[in-house]
């Protein structure tokens, strides 16, 4: 590991980051003096474009945290990691945003898995087990409600009838079998904390499409699965984004794919 690169990981102030940097420099040694070509934080997501054309996005949080980014000069991708320790998490989005790019070209030669993990978690589980959604997700949660499972979905913006405020989750997490975690919290300070609570978890998840990177960078971080997307028209994804689309607008031109980490 360069100097560089070396600096910059031990600054980084959580462990899962920094296993992640410390992997993409051991696997991928050069990769980080990829060039930045363009980038935006957008009203729901932050996207990072490459000079090779690829492009890596995340939640930005615009809408929960009114921290003002600084500009940030066009460079490296290694000028963007000290983003991920910023204490302005709409910078932190950004930062994961450029490590995200950088998944999205081994994403593309990593073979995924063509089945339903759902079902192979619906074969395990036992009535009184407990699921666990860190982050507001739609549909998937139903699918365990369904099945009379008992499903807690905890998150720090949204709360009501079937939503718990986030500080629930000392409480919560350590009792489940599985737990799901959305991409977007991997921005969080406190991503260290969730993976730590939910270390007896028997599936331990990363969901959504602000986490794209493959599962030779998610080594010894803790997590067991990884269901994300492979970006199949990056230009319109970023052009989408600058115009403040969300999700839903973006999501045909998201290939969504499962790998076992």
């Known amino acids: 590991m360069g100097d560089a ?3 910059t990981v031990k600054d980084l102030d959580t462990l899962f980051w920094r296993r992640v940097v410390s992997n993409i420099d051991s696997i991928s040694s050069g990769i980080t003096d990829i060039r930045v070509e363009d980038y935006i934080v ?28 600084e500009a940030k000069n066009l460079g490296h991708i290694r000028d963007f990691i000290p983003l991920l320790s910023s204490n302005c998490i709409v910078e932190r989005a950004l930062g ?6 950088v998944g ?6 990593t073979d995924y898995v063509e089945k339903d993990l759902i079902s192979d978690i619906l074969r395990i589980l036992k009535r009184n087990d407990i699921v666990v959604f860190i982050g507001a997700l739609k549909k998937i949660p139903d699918i365990y409600k369904s099945g009379g499972y008992k499903v807690y979905i905890l998150d720090r913006s949204q709360t009501g009838r079937d ?5 629930f989750a000392y409480k919560i997490v350590p009792k489940a079998r599985i737990v799901y975690i959305t991409g977007a919290a991997f921005s969080r300070p406190d ?15 990363e969901i959504g499409p602000s986490l794209t990177l493959p599962p030779i960078y998610l080594t010894s971080t803790g997590l ?3 269901e994300t997307s492979i970006i199949q028209n990056p230009e319109s994804v970023f052009e989408s984004i600058k115009l403040g689309m969300g999700y ?14």
């Open 104 to 109: 999205q070209y081994y994403l593309n030669r």
């Open 5 to 7: 690169i070396y600096n």
């Open 163 to 167: 939503i718990l405020p986030d500080y």
């Open 224 to 226: 067991t699965h990884l």
């Open 96 to 101: 994961q945003a450029a490590l995200n790019a």
């Open 248 to 261: 839903h607008d973006i999501r045909e031109n998201l290939f969504h794919v499962s790998y076992k980490i």
């Open 191 to 205: 991503i260290d904390l969730i993976l730590e609570l939910s270390r007896k978890a028997e599936y331990r998840i």
């Open 42 to 69: 957008g009203a729901r997501y932050s996207a990072v474009k490459l000079a090779d054309g690829r492009v890596g996005i995340s939640y930005s949080y615009v809408m929960e945290d009114k921290c003002k980014p």
